[in-house]
């Protein structure tokens, strides 16, 4: 697992490398000293990677509440960079961010202001892809 002081510390090297924190999330640091982290993950058989934010601007305890997010849209079947390229990239950070404010208990009504002309549909898919699933809960 990577620290937030480790994360801070990485020098650069003559190439970029990955830094892996774990469950494919890692920090890609470039030769100017760049430092971006990342989702790699397969989607229908194919490898796939998805931005998820700048450090330091995007700390690591957020890096992680969005990398959650991502395998939740994961665990729905639905792939997280597709869905950012078809939604655009400002409805799917809007998307993101509420869903880490409230941690998976979004509604429809919380999305609608902030996607302007999108579909119906696809507030739908987003606001039901991002909701845990209830089926890992127990019943006592």
């Given at each position: ?41 397969r989607f229908a058989g ?71 002309n999108r579909t119906r ?20």
């Amino acid at each position: 697992m990577l620290t937030e002081s480790r994360a801070g510390s990485i020098k650069p090297r003559r190439i970029a490398r990955k830094v892996f924190d774990g469950a494919g999330l890692y920090l890609l640091v470039t030769p100017k000293g760049g430092r971006c982290w990342r989702y790699a993950y397969r989607f229908a058989g194919k490898q796939k990677t998805l931005s998820l934010g700048i450090y330091p601007d995007v700390a690591l305890d957020l890096a992680r509440s969005r990398h959650e997010f991502a395998r939740n849209l994961l665990a729905k079947s639905i792939d997280p960079a597709g869905l950012k390229a078809a939604l655009g990239k400002r409805v799917f950070l809007t998307t993101m961010r509420e869903w880490e404010k409230t941690k998976g208990r979004m509604s429809a009504v919380s999305l609608c202001g902030h996607e302007g002309n999108r579909t119906r549909l696809s507030r739908r898919v987003v606001c039901d892809a991002a909701s845990p699933s209830d089926s890992g809960s127990s019943a006592h």
